[in-house]
Protein backbone atom coordinates (compact mmCIF):
# COMPACT_ATOMS: atom_id res chain seq x y z
CA UNK A 1 0.00 0.00 0.00
CA UNK A 2 1.27 3.38 -0.89
CA UNK A 3 0.72 6.53 1.46
CA UNK A 4 0.28 10.24 -0.63
CA UNK A 5 1.34 13.53 1.49
CA UNK A 6 -0.07 16.87 0.27
CA UNK A 7 1.91 19.89 1.46
CA UNK A 8 0.00 22.06 3.41
CA UNK A 9 -0.94 25.57 1.16
CA UNK A 10 0.28 28.00 3.92
CA UNK A 11 3.73 26.02 4.06
CA UNK A 12 4.21 26.52 0.31
CA UNK A 13 3.51 29.94 0.32
CA UNK A 14 5.95 29.66 3.32
CA UNK A 15 8.48 28.10 1.23
CA UNK A 16 8.29 30.54 -2.10
CA UNK A 17 8.28 33.60 0.22
CA UNK A 18 11.50 32.56 1.92
CA UNK A 19 13.01 31.35 -1.84
CA UNK A 20 12.44 34.79 -2.96
CA UNK A 21 14.51 36.22 -0.07
CA UNK A 22 16.97 33.96 -0.36
CA UNK A 23 17.28 35.09 -4.11
CA UNK A 24 17.33 39.26 -3.29
CA UNK A 25 20.33 38.39 -0.94
CA UNK A 26 21.81 36.69 -3.31
CA UNK A 27 21.38 39.42 -6.04
CA UNK A 28 22.90 41.97 -3.70
CA UNK A 29 25.87 39.94 -2.32
CA UNK A 30 26.56 38.18 -5.99
CA UNK A 31 27.46 42.23 -7.27
CA UNK A 32 29.32 43.11 -3.67
CA UNK A 33 31.41 39.98 -4.45
CA UNK A 34 31.98 40.68 -8.28
CA UNK A 35 33.60 44.36 -7.17
CA UNK A 36 35.46 43.02 -4.06
CA UNK A 37 37.22 40.68 -6.31
CA UNK A 38 38.17 43.19 -8.81
CA UNK A 39 41.05 44.37 -7.78
CA UNK A 40 44.66 45.81 -9.11
CA UNK A 41 48.45 46.58 -8.37
CA UNK A 42 51.26 48.31 -10.01
CA UNK A 43 54.37 45.43 -10.67
CA UNK A 44 56.41 48.56 -11.88
CA UNK A 45 56.02 51.97 -11.81
CA UNK A 46 59.36 53.64 -13.27
CA UNK A 47 60.16 56.88 -13.55
CA UNK A 48 62.53 58.43 -16.02
CA UNK A 49 64.05 62.38 -15.57
CA UNK A 50 65.92 63.77 -18.11
CA UNK A 51 67.19 67.40 -17.16
CA UNK A 52 68.26 69.33 -19.59
CA UNK A 53 71.24 71.79 -19.44
CA UNK A 54 68.01 74.70 -19.86
CA UNK A 55 66.04 73.29 -16.30
CA UNK A 56 64.15 71.69 -18.73
CA UNK A 57 62.55 68.17 -17.24
CA UNK A 58 61.77 65.83 -20.16
CA UNK A 59 59.85 62.47 -17.90
CA UNK A 60 58.89 59.14 -18.92
CA UNK A 61 56.31 57.35 -16.35
CA UNK A 62 56.26 53.57 -17.31
CA UNK A 63 54.00 51.73 -14.97
CA UNK A 64 53.06 47.84 -15.40
CA UNK A 65 49.15 47.20 -13.92
CA UNK A 66 48.40 43.76 -13.02
CA UNK A 67 44.76 43.59 -13.43
CA UNK A 68 42.83 40.77 -10.90
CA UNK A 69 38.91 40.35 -11.90
CA UNK A 70 37.34 43.06 -13.94
CA UNK A 71 36.44 44.69 -16.30
CA UNK A 72 38.58 47.59 -16.37
CA UNK A 73 37.95 50.23 -18.72
CA UNK A 74 40.31 52.78 -18.04
CA UNK A 75 43.58 54.08 -16.14
CA UNK A 76 43.94 57.50 -15.53
CA UNK A 77 46.80 60.04 -14.24
CA UNK A 78 46.28 63.56 -13.00
CA UNK A 79 49.70 65.99 -13.19
CA UNK A 80 49.25 68.26 -10.53
CA UNK A 81 50.53 71.93 -11.27
CA UNK A 82 52.48 72.43 -8.32
CA UNK A 83 55.45 74.41 -8.21
CA UNK A 84 56.23 74.36 -11.73
CA UNK A 85 55.36 76.83 -14.72
CA UNK A 86 53.84 74.70 -17.87
CA UNK A 87 53.74 70.99 -18.60
CA UNK A 88 53.64 70.14 -22.48
CA UNK A 89 54.47 67.36 -25.41
CA UNK A 90 51.71 65.29 -23.44
CA UNK A 91 51.79 62.03 -25.41
CA UNK A 92 50.04 58.30 -24.05
CA UNK A 93 51.04 54.86 -25.29
CA UNK A 94 49.89 51.25 -24.20
CA UNK A 95 51.71 48.06 -23.99
CA UNK A 96 54.55 50.30 -26.25
CA UNK A 97 52.10 51.75 -28.98
CA UNK A 98 51.22 55.78 -28.72
CA UNK A 99 47.75 56.00 -28.54
CA UNK A 100 45.28 58.79 -30.63
CA UNK A 101 43.81 61.13 -29.02
CA UNK A 102 39.64 60.31 -28.38
CA UNK A 103 37.40 58.55 -25.86
CA UNK A 104 37.18 54.86 -27.37
CA UNK A 105 38.59 52.03 -26.74
CA UNK A 106 42.28 52.03 -27.37
CA UNK A 107 42.33 55.74 -26.99
CA UNK A 108 43.60 58.83 -24.74
CA UNK A 109 42.17 61.81 -23.54
CA UNK A 110 44.26 64.47 -22.78
CA UNK A 111 42.48 67.03 -20.81
CA UNK A 112 43.95 70.50 -20.27
CA UNK A 113 43.28 72.50 -17.05
CA UNK A 114 45.30 72.55 -13.22
CA UNK A 115 45.62 69.52 -13.13
CA UNK A 116 46.28 68.11 -16.43
CA UNK A 117 44.60 64.74 -17.33
CA UNK A 118 45.31 61.79 -19.24
CA UNK A 119 42.53 58.88 -19.52
CA UNK A 120 43.56 55.60 -21.11
CA UNK A 121 40.71 54.13 -22.11
CA UNK A 122 41.11 50.21 -22.52
CA UNK A 123 38.68 47.56 -24.07
CA UNK A 124 36.76 45.61 -20.72
CA UNK A 125 39.72 44.38 -19.49
CA UNK A 126 39.71 41.44 -16.72
CA UNK A 127 43.08 38.85 -15.45
CA UNK A 128 45.31 41.02 -17.41
CA UNK A 129 48.69 42.66 -17.43
CA UNK A 130 49.39 46.27 -19.52
CA UNK A 131 51.86 48.28 -19.74
CA UNK A 132 50.92 52.61 -19.21
CA UNK A 133 53.53 55.18 -20.72
CA UNK A 134 53.52 58.77 -20.23
CA UNK A 135 55.82 61.49 -21.46
CA UNK A 136 55.85 64.57 -20.62
CA UNK A 137 57.87 67.86 -20.64
CA UNK A 138 58.45 70.30 -17.58
CA UNK A 139 59.02 73.97 -17.81
CA UNK A 140 60.06 75.57 -14.40
CA UNK A 141 60.75 72.43 -12.78
CA UNK A 142 64.01 73.38 -11.03
CA UNK A 143 63.89 76.72 -7.88
CA UNK A 144 66.88 78.62 -7.38
CA UNK A 145 68.31 79.71 -3.71
CA UNK A 146 71.85 78.82 -3.14
CA UNK A 147 71.56 76.61 -5.34
CA UNK A 148 69.76 75.28 -8.71
CA UNK A 149 67.23 72.38 -6.89
CA UNK A 150 65.27 69.55 -8.26
CA UNK A 151 62.78 68.84 -6.08
CA UNK A 152 60.06 66.30 -8.53
CA UNK A 153 57.46 64.25 -6.57
CA UNK A 154 58.33 60.97 -9.38
CA UNK A 155 55.33 59.04 -7.72
CA UNK A 156 52.23 61.11 -6.89
CA UNK A 157 50.85 61.59 -3.23
CA UNK A 158 47.93 60.02 -4.29
CA UNK A 159 47.40 56.32 -5.99
CA UNK A 160 44.76 54.23 -5.06
CA UNK A 161 46.77 50.66 -5.38
CA UNK A 162 50.18 49.45 -4.03
CA UNK A 163 53.23 49.39 -6.31
CA UNK A 164 55.58 46.22 -6.13
CA UNK A 165 58.60 47.93 -7.12
CA UNK A 166 59.52 51.48 -8.72
CA UNK A 167 62.64 52.99 -10.46
CA UNK A 168 63.60 56.84 -10.33
CA UNK A 169 66.52 57.41 -13.06
CA UNK A 170 67.67 61.04 -12.82
CA UNK A 171 70.10 62.00 -15.68
CA UNK A 172 71.68 65.52 -16.35
CA UNK A 173 74.28 66.87 -18.82
CA UNK A 174 77.92 65.48 -18.74
CA UNK A 175 78.93 68.91 -17.42
CA UNK A 176 77.36 68.67 -14.84
CA UNK A 177 77.65 67.99 -11.62
CA UNK A 178 75.27 67.82 -8.26
CA UNK A 179 76.46 69.43 -4.85
CA UNK A 180 75.93 66.46 -3.53
CA UNK A 181 74.91 63.01 -4.31
CA UNK A 182 70.68 63.23 -5.29
CA UNK A 183 68.34 61.73 -2.08
CA UNK A 184 65.15 59.94 -2.21
CA UNK A 185 62.41 60.90 0.72
CA UNK A 186 62.10 56.92 1.49
CA UNK A 187 64.85 53.97 1.67
CA UNK A 188 66.28 52.96 -1.67
CA UNK A 189 69.48 51.38 -3.38
CA UNK A 190 70.89 54.27 -4.93
CA UNK A 191 73.18 53.53 -8.32
CA UNK A 192 75.60 56.51 -9.20
CA UNK A 193 76.90 57.07 -12.67
CA UNK A 194 78.88 60.04 -14.31
CA UNK A 195 75.67 60.62 -16.37
CA UNK A 196 73.17 60.38 -12.97
CA UNK A 197 71.52 58.63 -10.37
CA UNK A 198 69.31 55.74 -10.15
CA UNK A 199 67.02 54.83 -7.14
CA UNK A 200 65.58 51.51 -6.21
CA UNK A 201 62.77 50.80 -3.88
CA UNK A 202 59.85 48.22 -3.07
CA UNK A 203 56.64 47.66 -1.46
CA UNK A 204 54.88 51.03 -2.07
CA UNK A 205 51.95 51.01 -0.55
CA UNK A 206 48.93 53.38 -1.12
CA UNK A 207 49.02 56.94 -1.55
CA UNK A 208 52.76 56.76 -0.78
CA UNK A 209 54.99 59.10 -2.61
CA UNK A 210 58.50 59.25 -3.83
CA UNK A 211 60.30 62.81 -4.26
CA UNK A 212 63.64 62.79 -5.57
CA UNK A 213 65.79 65.90 -4.76
CA UNK A 214 68.91 67.15 -6.23
CA UNK A 215 70.90 70.61 -5.93
CA UNK A 216 73.36 71.88 -8.65
CA UNK A 217 75.38 75.07 -8.72
CA UNK A 218 73.92 78.41 -8.60
CA UNK A 219 73.28 79.43 -11.93
CA UNK A 220 74.02 76.02 -13.48
CA UNK A 221 70.90 75.45 -14.98
CA UNK A 222 68.77 78.67 -15.00
CA UNK A 223 69.85 82.45 -14.81
CA UNK A 224 66.91 83.22 -12.35
CA UNK A 225 64.27 81.70 -10.27
CA UNK A 226 61.23 80.52 -12.38
CA UNK A 227 57.99 82.38 -12.50
CA UNK A 228 56.15 81.13 -10.18
CA UNK A 229 58.96 81.20 -7.78
CA UNK A 230 59.04 84.55 -8.41
CA UNK A 231 55.50 85.24 -8.39
CA UNK A 232 55.49 83.35 -4.43
CA UNK A 233 58.32 85.45 -3.26
CA UNK A 234 57.27 88.71 -4.33
CA UNK A 235 53.94 87.62 -3.01
CA UNK A 236 55.80 86.73 0.72
CA UNK A 237 57.49 90.03 0.17
CA UNK A 238 54.39 91.63 -0.14
CA UNK A 239 52.32 89.65 2.44
CA UNK A 240 55.34 90.83 4.71
CA UNK A 241 55.28 94.23 4.36
CA UNK A 242 51.45 94.22 4.45
CA UNK A 243 51.01 92.83 7.79
CA UNK A 244 53.57 95.62 8.99
CA UNK A 245 50.51 97.89 7.77
CA UNK A 246 47.97 95.79 9.17
CA UNK A 247 49.90 95.64 12.55
CA UNK A 248 49.93 99.35 12.59
CA UNK A 249 46.29 100.00 11.51
CA UNK A 250 45.56 97.30 14.76
CA UNK A 251 47.70 99.51 17.50
CA UNK A 252 46.26 102.70 15.71
CA UNK A 253 42.35 101.76 16.06
CA UNK A 254 42.79 100.14 19.68
CA UNK A 255 44.24 103.43 21.25
CA UNK A 256 41.74 105.36 19.60
CA UNK A 257 39.30 102.99 20.99
CA UNK A 258 41.06 102.70 24.41
CA UNK A 259 40.71 106.71 24.72
CA UNK A 260 36.74 106.38 23.77
CA UNK A 261 36.79 103.79 26.35
CA UNK A 262 38.18 106.39 28.83
CA UNK A 263 36.26 109.11 27.97
CA UNK A 264 33.37 107.04 28.59
CA UNK A 265 34.26 105.58 31.94
CA UNK A 266 35.14 109.27 32.64
CA UNK A 267 31.54 110.48 31.93
CA UNK A 268 29.75 107.48 34.22
CA UNK A 269 32.23 107.84 36.97
CA UNK A 270 30.74 107.62 40.66
CA UNK A 271 32.01 110.26 42.50
CA UNK A 272 32.26 108.26 45.84
CA UNK A 273 32.97 104.76 46.31
CA UNK A 274 30.51 101.97 47.54
CA UNK A 275 32.04 99.79 50.39
CA UNK A 276 32.23 96.43 50.22
CA UNK A 277 28.61 94.83 51.14
CA UNK A 278 29.38 93.56 55.30
CA UNK A 279 27.52 89.97 56.40
CA UNK A 280 24.46 91.47 58.36
CA UNK A 281 22.09 89.51 60.37
CA UNK A 282 18.75 91.45 60.11
CA UNK A 283 17.15 92.67 56.54
CA UNK A 284 18.23 96.43 55.67
CA UNK A 285 14.29 97.42 55.61
CA UNK A 286 10.76 96.09 54.69
CA UNK A 287 11.64 95.52 51.14
CA UNK A 288 9.41 94.09 48.53
CA UNK A 289 11.94 90.81 47.53
CA UNK A 290 11.52 91.81 43.59
CA UNK A 291 12.70 95.43 44.28
CA UNK A 292 15.49 93.62 46.54
CA UNK A 293 16.20 91.50 43.36
CA UNK A 294 16.27 94.12 40.70
CA UNK A 295 17.96 96.33 43.37
CA UNK A 296 21.15 93.58 43.69
CA UNK A 297 20.93 92.45 40.31
CA UNK A 298 19.53 88.99 41.13
CA UNK A 299 17.66 87.21 38.61
CA UNK A 300 15.39 85.72 40.92
CA UNK A 301 13.32 88.89 42.14
CA UNK A 302 10.23 87.28 40.65
CA UNK A 303 10.22 83.80 42.58
CA UNK A 304 10.73 85.97 45.64
CA UNK A 305 8.05 87.82 44.92
CA UNK A 306 5.96 84.62 43.88
CA UNK A 307 6.71 83.58 47.66
CA UNK A 308 5.83 86.56 49.14
CA UNK A 309 2.26 86.96 47.68
CA UNK A 310 1.79 83.52 48.90
CA UNK A 311 2.47 84.17 52.49
CA UNK A 312 -0.20 86.75 52.05
CA UNK A 313 -2.66 84.36 50.93
CA UNK A 314 -2.71 85.43 47.63
CA UNK A 315 -1.04 82.67 46.19
CA UNK A 316 -1.17 78.82 46.95
CA UNK A 317 1.71 75.93 45.48
CA UNK A 318 -0.26 72.42 44.69
CA UNK A 319 2.50 69.27 44.35
CA UNK A 320 0.74 66.93 41.96
CA UNK A 321 2.15 63.25 41.15
CA UNK A 322 3.63 63.35 37.52
CA UNK A 323 5.20 60.44 35.37
CA UNK A 324 7.85 57.68 36.56
CA UNK A 325 7.32 59.08 39.96
CA UNK A 326 8.24 62.55 39.47
CA UNK A 327 6.33 66.00 41.11
CA UNK A 328 4.90 69.11 39.13
CA UNK A 329 3.90 72.09 41.28
CA UNK A 330 1.22 74.50 40.21
CA UNK A 331 0.27 77.99 41.08
CA UNK A 332 -3.28 79.16 42.10
CA UNK A 333 -4.44 82.59 42.32
CA UNK A 334 -6.38 83.07 44.95
CA UNK A 335 -8.71 86.07 45.48
CA UNK A 336 -7.93 88.93 48.56
CA UNK A 337 -8.71 92.55 49.64
CA UNK A 338 -5.24 93.32 50.29
CA UNK A 339 -4.11 96.49 47.86
CA UNK A 340 -1.38 94.59 45.53
CA UNK A 341 1.83 96.62 44.58
CA UNK A 342 2.22 97.71 41.03
CA UNK A 343 4.58 95.60 39.83
CA UNK A 344 3.14 93.04 41.69
CA UNK A 345 -0.61 93.42 39.95
CA UNK A 346 1.87 93.25 36.94
CA UNK A 347 3.43 89.74 38.10
CA UNK A 348 0.20 88.68 38.55
CA UNK A 349 -1.20 89.94 35.03
CA UNK A 350 1.61 88.06 32.74
CA UNK A 351 1.17 85.55 34.68
CA UNK A 352 -2.41 84.70 34.58
CA UNK A 353 -4.46 85.07 31.57
CA UNK A 354 -8.09 86.16 32.78
CA UNK A 355 -10.84 83.70 33.74
CA UNK A 356 -7.44 81.29 34.50
CA UNK A 357 -5.94 80.87 38.76
CA UNK A 358 -3.82 78.11 38.03
CA UNK A 359 -0.45 78.02 36.55
CA UNK A 360 2.60 75.24 35.89
CA UNK A 361 5.64 76.87 38.04
CA UNK A 362 7.75 75.53 35.00
CA UNK A 363 5.55 77.84 32.93
CA UNK A 364 6.55 81.26 34.91
CA UNK A 365 9.58 81.72 32.51
CA UNK A 366 7.93 81.92 29.36
CA UNK A 367 5.23 83.95 30.61
CA UNK A 368 7.37 86.86 31.83
CA UNK A 369 9.58 86.26 28.61
CA UNK A 370 9.49 90.03 27.02
CA UNK A 371 6.58 90.67 29.82
CA UNK A 372 8.02 94.74 30.14
CA UNK A 373 5.15 95.70 32.46
CA UNK A 374 6.63 93.83 35.11
CA UNK A 375 10.14 95.19 34.57
CA UNK A 376 8.93 98.47 33.93
CA UNK A 377 6.85 98.45 37.42
CA UNK A 378 9.80 97.53 39.34
CA UNK A 379 11.95 100.33 37.84
CA UNK A 380 9.71 102.88 38.30
CA UNK A 381 9.09 101.99 42.14
CA UNK A 382 12.75 101.98 42.33
CA UNK A 383 13.03 105.18 40.58
CA UNK A 384 10.43 106.60 43.27
CA UNK A 385 12.75 105.26 46.24
CA UNK A 386 15.67 107.34 44.26
CA UNK A 387 17.35 104.26 44.01
CA UNK A 388 17.24 103.87 39.84
CA UNK A 389 18.51 106.02 37.15
CA UNK A 390 16.76 105.82 33.53
CA UNK A 391 18.88 107.81 32.50
CA UNK A 392 21.52 105.76 32.89
CA UNK A 393 19.57 102.68 31.54
CA UNK A 394 19.14 104.52 28.62
CA UNK A 395 22.88 105.25 28.60
CA UNK A 396 23.77 101.89 28.57
CA UNK A 397 21.44 100.66 26.05
CA UNK A 398 23.14 103.32 23.35
CA UNK A 399 26.44 101.60 24.54
CA UNK A 400 25.25 98.09 24.07
CA UNK A 401 23.74 98.83 20.89
CA UNK A 402 26.34 100.55 19.82
CA UNK A 403 29.21 98.56 20.56
CA UNK A 404 27.32 95.55 19.03
CA UNK A 405 27.18 97.69 16.19
CA UNK A 406 31.18 97.95 16.38
CA UNK A 407 31.24 94.44 16.39
CA UNK A 408 29.29 93.82 13.09
CA UNK A 409 31.37 96.39 11.59
CA UNK A 410 34.94 94.92 12.75
CA UNK A 411 34.13 91.73 11.13
CA UNK A 412 33.00 93.58 7.80
CA UNK A 413 36.16 94.98 7.81
CA UNK A 414 37.92 91.93 8.83
CA UNK A 415 36.25 89.72 6.42
CA UNK A 416 36.47 92.32 3.32
CA UNK A 417 40.12 92.20 4.32
CA UNK A 418 41.08 88.99 3.34
CA UNK A 419 38.74 88.26 0.64
CA UNK A 420 40.30 91.72 -1.12
CA UNK A 421 43.44 90.30 -0.10
CA UNK A 422 43.01 86.85 -1.24
CA UNK A 423 41.59 88.19 -4.65
CA UNK A 424 45.11 90.74 -4.63
CA UNK A 425 46.95 87.50 -4.29
CA UNK A 426 45.32 85.39 -6.91
CA UNK A 427 45.88 88.11 -9.34
CA UNK A 428 49.75 89.18 -8.75
CA UNK A 429 49.02 92.06 -7.61
CA UNK A 430 52.56 93.45 -5.81
CA UNK A 431 50.97 95.63 -3.16
CA UNK A 432 48.62 94.30 -0.22
CA UNK A 433 49.01 97.29 1.84
CA UNK A 434 45.04 98.29 1.61
CA UNK A 435 43.26 94.85 2.26
CA UNK A 436 45.93 93.94 5.16
CA UNK A 437 45.48 97.53 6.97
CA UNK A 438 41.27 96.58 6.28
CA UNK A 439 42.05 93.16 8.28
CA UNK A 440 43.87 95.19 11.04
CA UNK A 441 41.86 97.89 11.44
CA UNK A 442 38.79 95.11 11.93
CA UNK A 443 40.59 92.96 14.53
CA UNK A 444 41.60 96.40 16.41
CA UNK A 445 37.93 97.20 16.36
CA UNK A 446 36.96 94.00 17.38
CA UNK A 447 38.81 94.18 20.39
CA UNK A 448 37.87 97.67 21.29
CA UNK A 449 33.88 96.73 21.17
CA UNK A 450 34.24 93.73 23.01
CA UNK A 451 35.55 95.41 26.05
CA UNK A 452 33.17 98.25 25.33
CA UNK A 453 30.32 95.53 25.48
CA UNK A 454 31.99 94.59 29.25
CA UNK A 455 31.93 98.41 29.98
CA UNK A 456 28.76 99.10 28.59
CA UNK A 457 27.26 95.60 30.88
CA UNK A 458 29.07 96.96 33.77
CA UNK A 459 27.38 100.06 33.53
CA UNK A 460 25.10 100.42 36.70
CA UNK A 461 21.67 102.07 36.25
CA UNK A 462 21.26 102.79 40.35
CA UNK A 463 21.98 106.05 41.65
CA UNK A 464 24.73 106.40 44.06
CA UNK A 465 21.95 105.84 46.91
CA UNK A 466 20.92 103.07 45.34
CA UNK A 467 24.06 101.32 45.08
CA UNK A 468 25.00 102.48 48.71
CA UNK A 469 20.95 100.22 49.93
CA UNK A 470 22.60 97.61 47.05
CA UNK A 471 25.37 97.00 49.31
CA UNK A 472 23.51 97.09 52.54
CA UNK A 473 20.85 94.14 50.85
CA UNK A 474 23.97 92.06 49.23
CA UNK A 475 25.70 92.17 53.16
CA UNK A 476 21.72 90.65 54.01
CA UNK A 477 22.31 87.91 51.08
CA UNK A 478 25.65 87.22 52.73
CA UNK A 479 23.99 86.34 55.97
CA UNK A 480 21.67 84.20 54.45
CA UNK A 481 24.09 82.65 52.84
CA UNK A 482 26.03 81.46 55.47
CA UNK A 483 23.07 80.78 57.64
CA UNK A 484 21.94 77.93 54.31
CA UNK A 485 25.55 76.55 54.70
CA UNK A 486 25.25 76.61 58.61
CA UNK A 487 27.61 79.30 59.67
CA UNK A 488 25.43 81.17 61.36
CA UNK A 489 23.10 79.78 64.15
CA UNK A 490 19.40 79.85 63.80
CA UNK A 491 17.89 82.30 66.44
CA UNK A 492 14.37 82.27 65.94
CA UNK A 493 12.13 79.37 65.15
CA UNK A 494 9.79 81.27 61.84
CA UNK A 495 13.11 81.87 60.88
CA UNK A 496 12.55 79.10 57.72
CA UNK A 497 9.22 81.28 56.71
CA UNK A 498 10.27 84.32 57.58
CA UNK A 499 13.30 85.10 54.86
CA UNK A 500 12.17 81.93 52.37
CA UNK A 501 11.16 85.02 49.56
CA UNK A 502 14.60 87.15 50.23
CA UNK A 503 16.58 83.34 50.15
CA UNK A 504 14.32 82.92 47.18
CA UNK A 505 15.38 86.12 45.85
CA UNK A 506 19.38 85.65 46.01
CA UNK A 507 19.15 82.27 44.64
CA UNK A 508 19.70 80.27 47.93
CA UNK A 509 15.79 78.34 48.37
CA UNK A 510 17.26 74.62 47.77
CA UNK A 511 20.11 75.35 49.95
CA UNK A 512 17.61 77.18 52.59
CA UNK A 513 14.84 74.59 52.23
CA UNK A 514 17.32 72.29 52.86
CA UNK A 515 19.47 73.22 55.59
CA UNK A 516 15.91 73.09 57.68
CA UNK A 517 15.24 70.16 56.66
CA UNK A 518 18.19 68.50 58.17
CA UNK A 519 17.52 70.94 61.51
CA UNK A 520 13.91 69.75 61.41
CA UNK A 521 11.27 71.31 63.79
CA UNK A 522 9.82 73.93 60.99
CA UNK A 523 6.58 73.06 59.89
CA UNK A 524 5.34 73.46 56.43
CA UNK A 525 3.52 76.48 55.19
CA UNK A 526 0.06 76.84 55.16
CA UNK A 527 0.36 77.99 51.69
CA UNK A 528 1.97 74.90 50.02
CA UNK A 529 -0.23 71.69 49.50
CA UNK A 530 1.64 68.58 49.38
CA UNK A 531 0.52 65.55 46.73
CA UNK A 532 -2.41 63.78 47.43
CA UNK A 533 -1.12 60.35 48.76
CA UNK A 534 2.18 61.93 50.06
CA UNK A 535 3.37 62.13 53.23
CA UNK A 536 3.83 66.21 53.10
CA UNK A 537 7.37 65.97 54.64
CA UNK A 538 9.71 69.08 54.73
CA UNK A 539 10.76 67.09 51.35
CA UNK A 540 8.23 68.44 49.34
CA UNK A 541 8.89 72.01 49.86
CA UNK A 542 13.07 71.48 49.36
CA UNK A 543 11.63 69.87 45.50
CA UNK A 544 9.64 73.04 45.28
CA UNK A 545 12.58 75.53 46.04
CA UNK A 546 14.84 73.59 43.84
CA UNK A 547 12.26 74.18 40.95
CA UNK A 548 11.77 77.79 41.76
CA UNK A 549 15.83 78.02 41.84
CA UNK A 550 15.84 76.02 37.91
CA UNK A 551 12.48 78.41 36.60
CA UNK A 552 14.63 81.68 37.85
CA UNK A 553 17.86 80.47 36.19
CA UNK A 554 15.48 79.93 33.05
CA UNK A 555 13.99 82.94 32.87
CA UNK A 556 17.54 85.21 33.36
CA UNK A 557 19.41 82.77 30.49
CA UNK A 558 17.64 84.30 28.23
CA UNK A 559 58.66 70.70 4.96
CA UNK A 560 59.53 72.39 1.60
CA UNK A 561 57.37 71.44 -0.81
CA UNK A 562 58.27 69.53 -4.35
CA UNK A 563 57.11 70.14 -7.79
CA UNK A 564 54.30 67.93 -9.51
CA UNK A 565 52.40 65.22 -7.98
CA UNK A 566 48.92 64.59 -8.69
CA UNK A 567 47.13 61.31 -8.64
CA UNK A 568 46.70 58.16 -10.50
CA UNK A 569 44.45 55.05 -10.75
CA UNK A 570 42.16 52.63 -12.82
CA UNK A 571 38.52 51.57 -12.77
Not at 35 to 64: C, M, N, S, W
Not at 187 to 211: K, P, Y
Not at 293 to 309: E, S
Not at 549 to 558: I, Q, T, Y
Request: glycine fraction near 12%; charge should be negative; proline fraction near 6%.
Amino acid sequence: MSETTTSNPSEVDMLRRLLALVMVLAGLWLPATAQAAKTYHAERYDVQLVLGPDGTLDVTETIVFVFEGGPFTYVFRELAYMELDSIDQVQAALDGQALSPGAGPGQAEIEAGRPLKVIWHLPPTSDASHTFTLTYRVRGAVRQSDADALIWRAIPEEHEYAIKAATVTLTYPPSLRPLETPTLNRAATVETTTAGVAFMASGLDEDEDVIVTARFPKGSLIAAPPAWQARAEARAAATAQAWLFGLAAAVVTVIGGAAALGLIARAYRREGTVEAPLSTPLPPGDLPPALVGRLTGQANGVMGALFDLAQRGRLEIHEQAGWLGTKQHHLELKPGDEPLRAHEQALLDALFKPGRTTLALSEVPMRLAGHRPFEQAVEAELTARGWFDPERKAARIRLVMGWMFGLFVSLGLFLAGIAWGGAAAEAGRDSLIAPAALVGAGAGLFLVSLVGLIQAGSLSTLTEAGEAEAARWKGFGQYLKDVSRGREPVTRPDYFERYLALAAVFGLGAAWARHFQKLGGAPLPVWFHAAAGGHGDFGAIVAVMAASDSSAASAAGGAAGASGGGASGAG
